[in-house]
């Protein structure tokens, strides 16, 4: 099993940034794809951004698109989320997330199986 630790969140005011990190352990880190999501309260968990294993393929969900941008160190097992010119909407648990399938990397939950305990990130206007 793999085991996921999430850091980084905060709270910031609109326009600022933040860079979140995961770190991984537990399994060969780059064998897997990762994935951050994120879930607001009220609402379900959605996709943020994905990354696949060697790094050649990213996936953003379109509204943060321009602003967040996801990468990943397979040397030290991290895979990070940049959130520049951040939005009160963005307010929500981020969690990092794997997918161990042997296909491309998914854009969906149920693509993924394990998940880090989440990181609150709050952004005031």
């Known amino acids: 099993q793999v085991q996921l630790v999430e850091s980084g969140g905060g709270l910031v005011q609109a326009g600022n940034s933040l860079r979140l990190s995961c770190a991984a352990s537990g399994r060969t880190f780059s064998n897997l794809h990762m994935g951050w999501f994120r879930q607001a309260p009220g609402k379900e968990r959605e996709f943020v951004a994905s990354i696949s294993r060697s790094g050649g393929t990213i996936y953003y969900t379109d509204s943060v698109k321009g602003r967040f941008t996801i990468s990943r160190d397979n040397t030290t097992n991290t895979v990070y989320l940049q959130m520049n010119s951040l939005k009160p909407e963005d307010t929500a648990v981020y969690y990092c997330?794997?997918?161990?399938?042997?296909?491309?990397?998914?854009?969906?939950?149920?693509?993924?199986?394990?998940w880090g305990q989440g990181t609150q990130v709050t952004v005031s206007s």
């Open positions: 997330a794997v997918d161990s399938r042997w296909l491309p990397v998914g854009r969906t939950v149920a693509d993924f199986g394990s």
